[in-house]
Protein backbone atom coordinates (compact mmCIF):
# COMPACT_ATOMS: atom_id res chain seq x y z
CA UNK A 1 0.00 0.00 0.00
CA UNK A 2 2.98 2.53 1.53
CA UNK A 3 4.42 1.78 -2.22
CA UNK A 4 1.40 2.48 -4.49
CA UNK A 5 0.94 5.48 -2.23
CA UNK A 6 4.38 6.51 -3.28
CA UNK A 7 3.95 5.06 -6.91
CA UNK A 8 1.05 7.85 -7.40
CA UNK A 9 2.74 10.74 -5.77
CA UNK A 10 5.44 10.78 -8.08
CA UNK A 11 3.54 10.63 -11.11
CA UNK A 12 1.43 13.52 -9.75
CA UNK A 13 4.63 15.39 -8.71
CA UNK A 14 5.82 14.31 -12.37
CA UNK A 15 2.70 15.63 -14.33
CA UNK A 16 2.87 19.09 -12.39
CA UNK A 17 6.62 19.58 -13.70
CA UNK A 18 5.60 19.17 -17.37
CA UNK A 19 2.77 21.62 -16.88
CA UNK A 20 4.98 24.06 -15.35
CA UNK A 21 7.39 23.68 -17.78
CA UNK A 22 4.69 24.10 -20.54
CA UNK A 23 3.52 27.55 -18.83
CA UNK A 24 7.09 28.65 -19.40
CA UNK A 25 7.51 27.93 -22.79
CA UNK A 26 4.55 29.52 -24.13
CA UNK A 27 4.95 32.54 -21.61
CA UNK A 28 8.63 32.75 -23.45
CA UNK A 29 7.46 32.50 -26.60
CA UNK A 30 5.24 35.08 -26.31
CA UNK A 31 7.44 37.06 -25.18
CA UNK A 32 9.41 36.53 -28.14
CA UNK A 33 6.98 37.31 -30.51
CA UNK A 34 5.72 40.72 -29.14
CA UNK A 35 9.30 42.07 -28.98
CA UNK A 36 9.67 40.56 -32.25
CA UNK A 37 6.62 42.70 -33.11
CA UNK A 38 7.49 45.69 -31.62
CA UNK A 39 10.84 45.71 -33.37
CA UNK A 40 9.26 45.32 -36.57
CA UNK A 41 6.88 48.34 -35.98
CA UNK A 42 9.75 50.46 -34.84
CA UNK A 43 11.87 49.62 -37.92
CA UNK A 44 9.09 50.20 -39.99
CA UNK A 45 8.16 53.85 -38.51
CA UNK A 46 11.86 54.68 -38.50
CA UNK A 47 11.99 53.77 -42.13
CA UNK A 48 8.58 55.87 -42.44
CA UNK A 49 10.52 58.79 -40.66
CA UNK A 50 13.33 59.04 -43.31
CA UNK A 51 11.24 58.78 -45.77
CA UNK A 52 9.58 61.92 -45.08
CA UNK A 53 12.67 63.86 -43.91
CA UNK A 54 14.20 62.64 -47.42
CA UNK A 55 11.06 64.52 -49.08
CA UNK A 56 11.40 67.65 -47.24
CA UNK A 57 14.87 67.85 -47.79
CA UNK A 58 14.55 68.02 -51.50
CA UNK A 59 16.05 71.16 -53.23
CA UNK A 60 13.82 72.78 -55.52
CA UNK A 61 16.93 72.39 -58.26
CA UNK A 62 16.72 68.65 -57.76
CA UNK A 63 12.96 68.62 -57.89
CA UNK A 64 13.11 70.10 -60.99
CA UNK A 65 15.58 67.98 -62.73
CA UNK A 66 13.30 64.95 -62.00
CA UNK A 67 10.52 66.49 -63.92
CA UNK A 68 12.91 67.18 -66.43
CA UNK A 69 13.74 63.94 -66.90
CA UNK A 70 10.10 62.96 -67.26
CA UNK A 71 9.47 65.30 -70.70
CA UNK A 72 12.61 64.53 -71.92
CA UNK A 73 13.00 66.43 -75.71
CA UNK A 74 9.04 67.66 -74.82
CA UNK A 75 10.62 69.84 -71.93
CA UNK A 76 11.13 73.79 -73.75
CA UNK A 77 11.78 75.73 -70.87
CA UNK A 78 15.69 76.33 -70.60
CA UNK A 79 16.25 80.26 -69.66
CA UNK A 80 15.77 80.77 -65.72
CA UNK A 81 13.31 83.61 -64.74
CA UNK A 82 14.59 86.69 -63.29
CA UNK A 83 13.75 87.75 -59.51
CA UNK A 84 12.44 91.04 -61.43
CA UNK A 85 10.22 88.93 -64.05
CA UNK A 86 9.37 86.65 -59.99
CA UNK A 87 8.12 89.92 -58.62
CA UNK A 88 6.52 91.91 -61.30
CA UNK A 89 4.57 88.82 -62.95
CA UNK A 90 3.73 86.49 -60.32
CA UNK A 91 4.12 88.40 -56.80
CA UNK A 92 7.05 86.16 -55.58
CA UNK A 93 9.73 88.60 -53.39
CA UNK A 94 12.86 86.78 -52.18
CA UNK A 95 11.37 87.00 -48.94
CA UNK A 96 9.08 84.60 -49.22
CA UNK A 97 11.18 81.85 -50.42
CA UNK A 98 14.26 80.08 -49.06
CA UNK A 99 14.81 77.81 -52.15
CA UNK A 100 13.96 78.13 -55.85
CA UNK A 101 14.20 77.33 -59.25
CA UNK A 102 12.14 78.91 -61.96
CA UNK A 103 12.74 78.76 -65.76
CA UNK A 104 10.94 79.78 -68.90
CA UNK A 105 11.51 79.16 -73.10
CA UNK A 106 14.07 81.24 -74.85
CA UNK A 107 11.97 81.42 -77.51
CA UNK A 108 8.73 83.70 -76.90
CA UNK A 109 6.05 82.01 -78.95
CA UNK A 110 6.13 79.03 -76.33
CA UNK A 111 4.10 79.47 -73.17
CA UNK A 112 5.34 77.09 -70.94
CA UNK A 113 6.42 77.98 -67.67
CA UNK A 114 7.52 76.27 -64.24
CA UNK A 115 8.33 77.75 -60.84
CA UNK A 116 9.15 75.61 -57.73
CA UNK A 117 9.70 77.22 -54.29
CA UNK A 118 10.25 75.93 -50.46
CA UNK A 119 8.59 78.59 -48.87
CA UNK A 120 10.05 80.70 -46.06
CA UNK A 121 8.41 79.96 -42.65
CA UNK A 122 4.27 81.23 -42.77
CA UNK A 123 4.89 82.11 -46.15
CA UNK A 124 3.48 78.92 -48.12
CA UNK A 125 -0.02 80.01 -48.35
CA UNK A 126 0.57 83.50 -49.29
CA UNK A 127 3.21 82.35 -52.21
CA UNK A 128 0.13 80.20 -53.30
CA UNK A 129 -2.21 82.95 -53.71
CA UNK A 130 0.21 84.99 -55.76
CA UNK A 131 1.12 82.37 -57.81
CA UNK A 132 -2.76 81.17 -58.54
CA UNK A 133 -3.31 84.73 -59.11
CA UNK A 134 -0.34 84.84 -61.74
CA UNK A 135 -1.98 82.13 -63.10
CA UNK A 136 -5.56 83.73 -63.71
CA UNK A 137 -3.66 86.46 -65.46
CA UNK A 138 -1.83 84.13 -67.73
CA UNK A 139 -5.16 82.79 -68.40
CA UNK A 140 -7.04 85.93 -69.50
CA UNK A 141 -4.20 87.15 -71.65
CA UNK A 142 -3.98 83.76 -73.16
CA UNK A 143 -7.52 84.74 -75.58
CA UNK A 144 -4.63 86.98 -77.21
CA UNK A 145 -2.83 83.71 -78.63
CA UNK A 146 -5.62 81.10 -79.22
CA UNK A 147 -2.59 78.41 -80.07
CA UNK A 148 -1.63 78.60 -76.51
CA UNK A 149 -5.31 78.51 -75.07
CA UNK A 150 -5.14 75.24 -73.99
CA UNK A 151 -1.90 74.74 -72.65
CA UNK A 152 -2.37 77.60 -70.45
CA UNK A 153 -5.88 77.17 -69.59
CA UNK A 154 -4.30 73.47 -68.37
CA UNK A 155 -1.84 75.26 -66.06
CA UNK A 156 -1.72 74.30 -62.26
CA UNK A 157 -0.62 75.46 -58.91
CA UNK A 158 0.50 72.92 -56.54
CA UNK A 159 0.95 72.79 -53.03
CA UNK A 160 2.86 70.19 -50.53
CA UNK A 161 3.54 71.70 -46.83
CA UNK A 162 6.06 73.95 -47.78
CA UNK A 163 6.75 73.26 -51.14
CA UNK A 164 4.71 75.21 -53.70
CA UNK A 165 4.87 75.37 -57.17
CA UNK A 166 3.36 76.71 -60.90
CA UNK A 167 3.15 74.22 -63.77
CA UNK A 168 2.67 75.04 -67.62
CA UNK A 169 4.46 72.58 -69.25
CA UNK A 170 4.19 69.44 -72.17
CA UNK A 171 4.29 68.64 -75.67
CA UNK A 172 3.25 71.24 -78.25
CA UNK A 173 -0.06 69.82 -79.76
CA UNK A 174 0.58 69.70 -83.29
CA UNK A 175 -2.99 68.17 -84.31
CA UNK A 176 -4.39 70.88 -86.76
CA UNK A 177 -8.10 69.55 -86.37
CA UNK A 178 -8.25 68.78 -82.95
CA UNK A 179 -11.56 70.30 -81.59
CA UNK A 180 -10.84 72.62 -78.32
CA UNK A 181 -12.05 69.79 -76.41
CA UNK A 182 -9.02 67.01 -77.25
CA UNK A 183 -7.02 70.41 -77.20
CA UNK A 184 -7.54 70.92 -73.75
CA UNK A 185 -7.63 67.12 -72.57
CA UNK A 186 -4.40 66.77 -74.38
CA UNK A 187 -2.70 69.67 -72.63
CA UNK A 188 -3.88 68.60 -69.11
CA UNK A 189 -2.37 65.17 -69.58
CA UNK A 190 0.63 66.57 -70.33
CA UNK A 191 0.63 69.06 -67.56
CA UNK A 192 -0.29 66.27 -65.05
CA UNK A 193 3.06 64.64 -66.08
CA UNK A 194 5.17 67.69 -63.89
CA UNK A 195 1.87 67.52 -61.25
CA UNK A 196 2.17 64.07 -60.34
CA UNK A 197 6.01 63.86 -60.36
CA UNK A 198 6.48 66.77 -57.79
CA UNK A 199 3.65 64.87 -55.72
CA UNK A 200 5.49 62.30 -55.49
CA UNK A 201 8.63 63.79 -54.45
CA UNK A 202 7.11 65.90 -51.62
CA UNK A 203 3.96 64.15 -50.29
Not at 77 to 86: A, F, H, K, Q
Not at 102 to 110: K, L, Q
Amino acid sequence: MKKLTIILLSLIISAAAVSCGSDNSDKNSSGNSSASSDAGTSQTQTETQSQDQTKSDKSAEDILASIKEVYGENYLPVTPISDEMLSDQFGLSSDMYTDIAAEMPMIGFHPDRVIIIKAAEGKAEEAQAKLEAARQKLVDDSVQYPANIAKVSASQVVRNGDYVAFFLLGAPDDRTEATEEEALEFARSENAKAVDKFNELTK
